[in-house]
């Protein structure tokens, strides 16, 4: 298969009138073409808000856009025949699709209940404040629209530990929550068990059971290769292993699994690692974190240090990296935007080395503009691609092989190679990345390389490398850039396209 890479085919505002589902199965030969091996697609079932929200306000797992629920019978990304036929042409094209999960919340029931409450500290989610009391909840969830079609299970209090009234959290009080959150990964707020909405509760047997069926159901009626799973860290460990395991007895085969435990923490995502076995890859968030800074500083940040405490440098097979997402990009919560400028070179370092699996955000690739009212006031954003992006999946598709030598030895110039190998003639190359002044250095692309003339694939140095015979070179990059470095012959094959 080559050098795995991902795309997340959508961003948070990707607009509903353009109907996502048609455009990925439009997009498909190109996204094959540019060298992609999975399309990450948003959430494909029913919203609490219907066709107005990107799926992460979760109503019905079922409804895929199938039944007229909250106001319509598509999602924001259209309907359910449109998302199959998209599944289609891109598995068509060689591309796996992996599918959003979020298991941990649900929001907007279908009706209120009798249940006993209790409210917590909004910063110490373990510290209860007043005494537990009876009150109505909108803790039922039987959906009436799908009138039990795939499912007749019905969500209701006893399936749920935690809900929101009025901006508060409370406990629910049930057999299997005892006055006790869920044991989770992460501590924050004393425990993180709670997010939002109604919070799922996982040791209850019947919803464990049902999460697993429909997770049976889906692949059943879709066709994914794998699944992007939501919000890791608030919930147990243990129960996505069991789900992971289930699904993988049940068909006899493997599934991709990408997680997303949001923090800023090598060592909590490594606990997850070690927790679920590997079972799981997981997104490299202090990467990203990296990113941002070495944005935000130019060439006050000391590229040396760009993977410090990062999960690609010490669980490299583990990882998946990437420079932004749907929940870093403006206007979002967790807003961290990797500066225009560095964007370049983040996605140099993601798509070119060995290490991890890269996945590309959406707006990288296809641009975005959008805007979004905070505080009376109208922000208005756009989105670029980024300069060079195709040639570098290019590279990476065809030429990233072979030994990796890094040059990590200047604060603002750093570079690293790849050998190459020889059942591939042009493969192998050299990368430089520069957030201060013009620079270069001397690197090697090994022995089989020598004598052959090298130049930028992105064309922003005008030079042509030759090659020692010991497969070394003094290779250039402009201020604030980056330069990949090929067989003059490669570049020939890129311009004839």
Not at 260 to 278: F, I, K, P, S, V
Not at 329 to 354: D, G, M, Y
Not at 377 to 382: E, L
Not at 460 to 468: A, L, Q
Request: hydrophobic fraction near 35%; proline fraction near 4%; charged fraction near 25%.
């Amino acid at each position: 298969m080559g050098n795995l890479t991902i795309i997340q085919f959508f961003h948070w505002y990707y607009p509903s009138e353009n109907n996502l589902w048609l455009h990925a199965a439009e997009q498909a030969a190109h996204l094959k073409e540019m060298g992609f091996n999975f399309a990450w697609l948003p959430p494909a079932y029913k919203s609490a808000k219907g066709d107005t929200e990107p799926g992460y306000a979760v109503y019905d797992l079922y409804d895929l856009g199938e039944f007229y629920q909250k106001g319509s019978i598509r999602t924001k990304h259209g309907t359910r025949e449109e998302y199959l036929r998209a599944i289609g042409a891109l598995r068509d094209n060689g591309i796996g699709v992996l599918a959003d999960v979020i298991f941990n919340h649900r929001f907007h029931g279908d009706g209120k209940e009798i249940a006993t409450i209790q409210k917590v500290s909004t910063e110490n989610r373990t510290e209860f404040e007043g005494e537990p009391m009876s009150t109505d909840v909108s803790t039922v969830y039987n959906f009436p629209g799908r009138n039990k079609k795939y499912s007749n299970y019905t969500w209701d209090h006893h399936s749920f530990s935690g809900t929101s009234v009025n901006g508060e959290i409370f406990m629910i009080h049930n057999e299997y929550t005892n006055g006790t959150w869920g044991k989770v990964i992460s501590n924050q707020f004393g425990n993180f068990d709670y997010l939002m909405g109604d919070d799922v509760e996982f040791r209850n047997p019947f919803v464990r059971e049902e999460l697993k069926q429909w997770g049976k159901w889906y692949i059943e009626n879709t066709g994914v290769a794998g699944f992007r799973l939501d919000a890791l860290k608030h919930m147990p460990t243990d129960y996505y292993a069991e789900w992971i395991d289930f699904l993988k007895d049940t068909f006899r085969r493997d599934f991709f699994f990408i997680g997303e435990c949001w923090r800023n923490d090598r060592q909590m995502l490594m606990e997850y690692l070690d927790q679920t076995a590997g079972r799981i890859q997981l997104f490299d968030v202090p990467l990203h974190a990296n990113f941002f800074e070495a944005s935000q500083k130019g060439r006050d940040y000391d590229l040396r240090s760009i993977f410090n405490n990062t999960l690609v440098q010490v669980r490299p097979e583990r990882t998946i990296t990437f420079v932004d997402n749907h929940d870093t990009q403006p206007l979002q919560a967790l807003e961290s935007f990797v500066e225009a400028w560095f964007k370049p070179l983040a996605t140099a370092v993601i798509l070119l080395r060995e290490q991890g699996i890269p996945c590309v955000f959406y707006p990288a690739v296809y641009g975005a503009a959008y805007s979004d009212e905070a505080n009376g006031q109208t922000r208005n954003i756009k989105i670029e691609p980024v300069p060079g992006i195709e040639r570098m999946l290019h590279a990476r598709r065809d030429l990233a092989f072979g030994y990796q030598h890094d040059y990590f030895d200047h604060p603002n110039v750093v570079g690293w190679t790849r050998g190459g190998k020889d059942e591939m003639a042009l493969s192998g190359f050299a990368v430089l990345i520069s957030n201060g002044d013009d620079g270069y250095k001397t690197m090697s692309v090994g022995r089989r390389n020598a004598t052959k003339v090298f130049v930028d694939l992105l064309g922003h140095r005008p030079e042509k490398v030759t090659i020692d015979q010991d497969g070394g070179a003094e290779f250039f990059v402009s201020a604030g850039s980056v330069s990949v470095w090929v067989d003059e012959k490669y570049l020939s094959v890129e311009n004839n396209k």
